[in-house]
């Protein structure tokens, strides 16, 4: 298993390279979209490891043809140049009949064959393997997502960006268990695990937040399931946009690598 950092500004650069330098990460999952104006040969000068590519604001569930190409041969791009480790989006919505929403959305899963088609479509575009994450549902909807997702893979190919919390977030606010995605969960080998908080408008809703450490019920489920988790084709991207406070990370980290028996001796100095 290897554990890497989800890169998204210049402000997490001295976090990433210090994790880097201390052994506690083996690669970085960069926000690529916040990159592409960049020369690739530049951030590999920046990252002397492996990479991944996490999209996030393709929305191409709403985006014309046009625009998604031209992302697509910018990503493939840098795809050249990088060699990620793997390419992944968002399978969310981003605005409602044109007008951006605040906070992206959960997709209708009853839409699955246009959802499938659009999919197949930017999977065909970016020329690769693409990995969809999966939301932290407030919904009912949440119960559909592990189905929708077998479905999806058998129907375009398209793989499981696994986010541990958000299954944790998903399986409170719907009342339900998260081993409904065991089984999804084993069909994919690349996860993301994060803190989040309460909602501020009703504290009994957990939103993905970015800005906590991992809570204990994240880390029951990671090690009810690290057999999953820790198999040897693994990646483990560890999310934090918010409080970027190096300690409290590294932490976190440390906490993982503990769980998997991973040369936890300790933070770092």
Known sequence: MRIGFNFTSAEGLPIAKRLLADNLIDYCEILIDNFLHLDPKDIRNHFDCPIAFHI??????????????????????????????????????????GRLLHFISEIDYRKRMVIFNKIARWQEMLECQLFLENYPSL????????????????????????????????????????????????????????????AISDDNLFLDTHAEEISPLTMQFFLENRDIFTRDNATVTYERDRNLDYESIARDIVKIKSACDLNAEGSPQ
Do not use: Q
């Not at 625009?67 to 919505?93: C, F, G, M, T, W």
């Open 56 to 97: 996030m604001r393709s929305c191409f569930l709403e985006s014309s043809d046009k625009y998604l190409s031209d992302i697509a041969e910018r990503i493939k791009y840098h795809a050249r140049e990088l060699n990620p480790i793997y390419v992944s989006d968002h399978l969310a919505e981003f605005s409602i009949n």
């Open 139 to 198: 919904l009912d909807g949440g119960y559909e997502a592990p189905h929708f997702f077998s479905e999806m893979r058998h129907k375009t190919g398209a793989g499981l960006l696994f986010d541990i919390s958000n299954a944790v977030c998903a399986a409170h606010n719907c009342e339900y268990s998260s081993d409904l995605w065991i089984e999804e969960a084993l069909s994919t080998s690349h996860y993301h695990i994060a803190g989040y908080g309460p």
